[in-house]
């Protein structure tokens, strides 16, 4: 079946710092990979996505690229600020099956940056 | 953008009495809900999968007279926590989806709290 491995947090980075959790994922066919955000007490936000290899999802300074070769689909983001404390899923779903698939989430990774 | 909303955002109910869930989807219709539970400090764990019309899908080990879900319109699903006990305080988030190719859209979930 299809999973997620998330590095384990809690990450804690000084503003400013650069930053990278991992993840990769085991799956048939050809997934879709996100990247979700959850801020305490509430849902989750997409953050960024990709639908195919190579293919490289950025939003609001983050990105991640598929990488079917290593399957991976790390999160990178240059310079982080204190509002960018939150939970962090990586996630995968069988887009390819023609019919609305459930998502695979990783654990989570916890991010706090501080001042 | 797409946008679901989840009420309550927060319950809290006695042993014993039954809770309602909703979920809107207010811009967009909504083919397929999900229906996730999440522990403090821990990962989603799908509950079930329903399709408009159709009788959900639970995954395994979810009792599905306990957690009672309907889906009888394109933009409304609920879910019903029957005879709640202290070991269902949790926190429950939905997530809409169009179909296949759409994005899926988090509810802000709601905390139940069984006293």
């Known amino acids: 079946g299809n999973s997620v491995t998330q590095m384990e947090g809690p990450v804690t980075l000084s503003e400013e710092a650069f930053l990278t959790i991992n993840c990769t994922y085991t799956?048939?066919?050809?997934?879709?990979l996100f990247w979700y955000v959850q801020y305490p007490g509430e849902g989750l936000q997409l953050l960024l996505k990709a639908t195919k290899a190579d293919d490289k999802g950025s939003n609001k300074g983050f990105e991640a690229t598929y990488r079917k070769e290593t399957t991976s689909f790390h999160l990178e983001k240059g310079s982080v600020q204190v509002s960018d404390s939150a939970v962090y899923f990586c996630a995968l779903s069988d887009s390819n099956t023609g019919t609305a698939s459930k998502l695979t989430f990783g654990t989570g990774t916890r991010l706090q940056v501080t001042l | 953008g797409a946008v679901v909303s989840q009420h309550p955002s927060r319950v809290i109910c006695k042993s014993g009495t039954s809770v309602k869930i909703e979920c809107r989807s207010l811009d967009f219709q909504a083919t397929t809900m999900f229906w996730y539970r999440q522990f403090p400090k821990q990962s989603l764990m799908l509950m079930a999968t329903?399709?408009?019309?159709?009788?959900?899908?639970?995954e395994q080990g979810v009792e599905k007279d306990k957690f009672l879900i309907n889906h009888a319109s394109l933009t409304l699903s609920t879910l019903t926590v029957t005879s709640a006990h202290p070991e269902d305080s949790s926190f429950y988030i939905c997530?809409?989806?169009?179909?296949?190719?759409?994005?899926?859209?988090f509810g802000s979930g709601t905390r139940l709290t069984v006293v």
């Open positions: 329903s399709n408009e019309g159709s009788k959900a899908t639970y």
């Open positions: 997530s809409a989806t169009g179909g296949w190719n759409y994005g899926y859209t």
């Open positions: 799956a048939t066919g050809y997934p879709s």
